[in-house]
């Protein structure tokens, strides 16, 4: 895993453990802070250690210059993101890595059990979805936290060896001295402030979306792009732009929606006008909240499109100072009406990445 972002990222190797990971979170709930010899007294466990030049030089094959195992509640659930639905906190067991010259670390969880519970000396296994194995784990009789077992490609997807060239699974995955590791135990700030290094806090972004916009008030967010964008853009079809909640939609999510959930089940409407001809286009989508973003589908609940058009989705961002970031990596976002055969397949279009300023609602109206 890594920090999330806009863009969606490829989620191949996470569908091929999705049907596992259905079955597992039930076993894994019940195993929250058990194993007495990474944590005597219950409490969040930490263990880590930064290797110094010296021996980094003396190991050239390992990749690892900074390393922590994290025992307890999630430290990965960090203020730039917001909680996702349905969480799963059964995760008790989290590792990070920084490599050489790297500036944040990578990271992954798992749920951590004895490898024998019938035999109290026995080691520790902490597993992840798709029956893979994070790593092997003992307390020595110092207290450091003895790692083994640690595969190369961790942080790859489970097939990333057939989808990569040699060379690329070589570069993305761990050394072959990167295993074995014996880590200090830390107090837990120290693995929190680890973990925090994976996606920094920018003071510019302020409050998430969830917080920044009231399930109850409306809001108006857009641009208008001028002759010498477009020129300088001659495949990008918007002219303008706008993305807002007004008064149909408001009475919507004041009829069904849940405010403890907030924001999912908002709906919002986009509206773009096109550098062909004028035409205007509006939207609707329903949005949930994922991580750091709103995920939004195109819905027609409020329209009367007949066709399928659940698979057409935007994101919305906060950006820095009160800016709104709208995307659509995969396919545009719409700018003709998504039951058009010209709606069909991918556009062919720089309409993709907004940076949207806060408007007045009237800039917003129908």
Same mark, same amino acid.
């Given at each position: 895993?890594?920090?999330?972002?806009?863009?969606?990222?490829?989620?191949?190797?996470?569908?091929?453990?999705?049907?596992?990971?259905?079955?597992?979170?039930?076993?894994?709930?019940?195993?929250?802070?058990?194993?007495?010899? #990474?944590?005597?007294?219950?409490?969040?466990? *930490?263990?880590?250690?930064?290797?110094?030049?010296?021996? %980094?030089?003396?190991?050239?094959?390992?990749?690892?210059?900074?390393?922590?195992?994290?025992?307890?509640?999630?430290?990965?659930?960090?203020?730039?993101?917001?909680?996702?639905?349905?969480?799963?906190?059964?995760?008790?067991?989290?590792?990070?890595?920084? +490599?050489?010259?790297?500036?944040?670390?990578? &990271?992954?969880?798992? &749920? *951590?059990?004895?490898?024998?519970?019938?035999?109290?000396?026995?080691?520790?296994? !902490?597993?992840? @979805?798709?029956?893979?194995? %994070?790593?092997? #784990?003992?307390?020595?009789?110092?207290?450091?936290?003895?790692?083994?077992? #640690?595969?190369?490609?961790?942080?790859?997807?489970?097939?990333?060896?057939?989808?990569?060239?040699?060379?690329?699974?070589?570069?993305?995955?761990?050394?072959?001295?990167?295993?074995?590791?014996?880590? @200090?135990?830390?107090?837990?700030?120290? !693995?929190?402030?680890?973990?925090?290094?994976?996606?920094?806090?920018?003071?510019?972004?302020?409050?998430? #979306?969830?917080?920044?916009?009231?399930?109850?008030?409306?809001? *108006?967010?857009?641009?208008?792009?001028?002759?010498?964008?477009?020129?300088?853009?001659?495949?990008?079809?918007?002219?303008?732009?706008?993305?807002?909640?007004?008064?149909?939609? %408001?009475?919507?999510?004041?009829?069904?929606? @849940?405010?403890?959930? &907030?924001?999912?089940?908002?709906?919002?409407? +986009?509206?773009?006008?096109?550098?062909?001809?004028?035409?205007?286009?509006?939207?609707?989508?329903? !949005?949930?909240?994922?991580?750091?973003? &709103?995920?939004?589908?195109?819905?027609?609940?409020?329209?009367?499109?007949?066709?399928?058009?659940?698979?057409?989705?935007?994101?919305?961002?906060?950006?820095?100072?009160?800016?709104?970031?709208?995307?659509?990596?995969?396919?545009?976002?719409?700018?003709?009406?998504? *039951?058009?055969?010209?709606?069909?397949?991918?556009?062919?279009?720089? @309409?993709? +990445?907004?940076?949207?300023?806060?408007?007045?609602?009237?800039?917003?109206?129908?």
């Amino acid at each position: 895993m890594t920090s999330r972002t806009m863009v969606a990222r490829t989620m191949a190797g996470a569908l091929l453990c999705a049907a596992l990971a259905a079955f597992a979170g039930a076993a894994r709930a019940d195993n929250a802070l058990s194993l007495k010899e #990474l944590s005597p007294n219950g409490a969040d466990a *930490c263990f880590g250690r930064i290797y110094d030049a010296a021996h %980094l030089k003396a190991h050239p094959h390992q990749k690892v210059a900074r390393i922590f195992f994290y025992y307890g509640h999630d430290p990965v659930s960090r203020p730039n993101e917001e909680p996702a639905a349905n969480q799963d906190t059964s995760y008790t067991g989290f590792l990070t890595t920084t +490599v050489r010259d790297a500036k944040k670390p990578e &990271w992954a969880g798992s &749920w *951590c059990n004895k490898n024998d519970p019938s035999d109290p000396t026995s080691g520790i296994r !902490c597993g992840m @979805d798709c029956d893979r194995t %994070l790593a092997s #784990l003992k307390v020595d009789d110092k207290g450091k936290l003895l790692l083994s077992g #640690l595969s190369p490609d961790i942080y790859l997807d489970p097939d990333a060896s057939d989808q990569m060239s040699k060379a690329e699974y070589n570069r993305q995955a761990l050394g072959s001295e990167d295993d074995n590791f014996k880590l @200090d135990p830390m107090p837990a700030d120290s !693995c929190k402030a680890e973990f925090a290094r994976i996606d920094p806090i920018d003071p510019a972004l302020g409050d998430p #979306l969830r917080v920044r916009l009231k399930p109850d008030q409306p809001f *108006c967010f857009g641009r208008d792009y001028d002759d010498a964008h477009l020129k300088s853009h001659p495949s990008q079809l918007t002219r303008s732009i706008r993305v807002f909640r007004g008064p149909v939609e %408001l009475a919507s999510f004041a009829a069904g929606g @849940d405010t403890a959930n &907030w924001p999912d089940g908002a709906d919002i409407a +986009v509206s773009v006008t096109t550098r062909q001809k004028g035409a205007k286009v509006t939207q609707t989508y329903s !949005c949930q909240g994922e991580a750091d973003q &709103w995920r939004c589908s195109a819905s027609s609940k409020m329209s009367d499109f007949s066709c399928d058009i659940s698979q057409k989705e935007i994101f919305l961002k906060r950006g820095a100072n009160g800016t709104m970031m709208m995307a659509n990596p995969n396919n545009a976002v719409a700018v003709v009406d998504l *039951c058009s055969k010209a709606a069909h397949g991918k556009t062919k279009s720089d @309409d993709k +990445v907004y940076r949207l300023q806060p408007m007045p609602q009237s800039a917003c109206a129908p």
